[in-house]
């Protein structure tokens, strides 16, 4: 029963992507408002949280190479969306929509508001036309409807999506023991469906990435001038990755709790590791099993959008999965996530752009340096800063810091972004 509900927890968090997943929910929101309205656009007013905000408002949206940011996002949806593809609801735009959607950027026909909401992610549209008013509603999670009114009619509305989606319903598989257990004893045929899109498309835009590095700094490139060991292979590869989605490459990723970086930093450097030690596919196959579950684990506490940046926990999670594939044992692999713990748990996230893909090498140089004292058997000491005897209660302190701790520092951020 328990690996039915993990099978069911990866085949939900582990879903494919292209570019930055906040401006695609506004792309999303806006297709999904389009299709009710029967006549053409004369208005759009835009309301979205805070962390939307943020991590759409410098993000290229893919395939549509110089629009960028919140109202981009909105108009490509209103002009070239077809939200029966989700994620990839603008992936089929044309030349003629794309110029439909600047002249309703430029005219100013979208108005932005921010929405006042504990919801992280949260995001409403009223969509106008001469006749009629769509609103459209998005709650909790990228392409989560909760409900769409045309004038002043409910059509449309989710009132069980909670009970549905909600992750609490798999927190008592989400400790480090039971993770661990899933990882060694799954017959891992039952999830190679899932995994093997992970490794196809995430290594895919990694190694285009480095061979085509017109993308933000460069910072694959820089790296591999510098460090051409499998550790900076590693760093490189995934953040050049990161650096390629962030600036509107048109590849998918598999992402991990509705984050691509995450989903990258989750599984690239688990990837290069085995190909780099010729390690057999099954292993590498158990290694990313541990690597998103522990993630997925860390973000589950979190929330899926707040001022902690979410690749500290991917990270970490990749650095234990490398502990694995290096023969560690699972006290090993214990350590390293919570050496990794010790060090970088307070990188905070200013929102999507060409620079997560810096703060995705800083936090790998981190979780490489908790692998090499784990396998020399060193752990920072127990009730040394915010460490515990426990691993899962390391993560619940970490993740309390960061949902509940940083939100003050939220509000900080978002004063500098939002004027």
Do not use: W
């Amino acid at each position: 029963m328990e690996q039915e509900l993990y099978i069911k927890l990866l085949r939900k968090e582990l879903v494919e992507a292209k570019g930055c997943t906040e401006p695609l929910a506004i792309a999303y929101l806006s297709s999904v408002a389009r299709s009710f309205l029967e006549e053409d656009p004369v208005e759009a007013i835009l309301y979205c949280s805070s962390n939307i905000i943020k991590n759409a408002r410098c993000a290229m949206v893919p395939g549509c190479e110089g629009f960028y940011g919140v109202y981009a996002s909105c108009a490509l949806g209103i002009f070239g969306g077809d939200s029966k593809l989700g994620f990839d609801c603008i992936s089929k735009i044309t030349d003629k929509e794309k110029k439909l959607a600047q002249e309703f950027v430029n005219n100013k026909k979208i108005k932005l508001e921010n929405l006042k909401t504990n919801c992280k992610l949260h995001l409403e549209i009223d969509l106008k036309g001469s006749k009629d008013n769509i609103f459209v509603e998005i709650k909790d999670y990228h392409l989560n409807v909760v409900k769409i009114k045309k004038n002043s009619n409910i059509i449309y509305e989710n009132k069980k999506y909670k009970d549905n989606n909600n992750l609490d319903n798999y927190s008592g598989i989400l400790t480090f023991n039971k993770i661990y257990e899933f990882i060694e004893s799954i017959d891992i045929e039952k999830v190679v469906s899932i995994l093997e899109p992970q490794y196809k498309h995430n290594l895919e835009i990694a190694k285009y990435s480095i061979d085509h590095p017109n993308f933000g700094l460069n910072i694959g490139k820089i790296i591999l001038n510098n460090d051409k060991s499998v550790f900076g292979k590693i760093k490189a590869y995934t953040s050049s990755a990161s650096e390629a989605r962030m600036c509107g490459c048109n590849m998918s990723v598999v992402i991990n709790s509705g984050s691509g970086n995450q989903g990258l930093s989750s599984s690239l450097p688990v990837i290069i590791y085995a190909m780099e030690n010729n390690i057999d596919t099954e292993k590498m196959y158990r290694a990313l099993l541990l690597a998103n579950l522990l993630t997925i684990a860390q973000k589950n506490k979190i929330g899926s959008l707040s001022a902690f940046c979410g690749v500290v926990s991917s990270c970490g999670s990749s650095g234990a999965a490398i502990t694995y594939l290096a023969g560690g044992s699972k006290e090993q692999v214990i350590k390293t996530l919570k050496n990794h713990l010790a060090t970088v748990p307070g990188i905070i996230c200013d929102g999507a752009k060409a620079s997560c893909a810096a703060k995705i090498a800083a936090s790998l140089d981190s979780a490489i340096m908790a692998h090499h004292l784990a396998m020399n058997n060193l752990c920072y000491a127990n009730d040394e800063g915010i460490l515990k005897d426990n691993v899962d209660e390391t993560i619940s302190i970490v993740s309390n810091i960061g949902r509940d701790g940083m939100s003050k520092t939220d509000e900080e951020i978002m004063k500098v972004l939002v004027k």
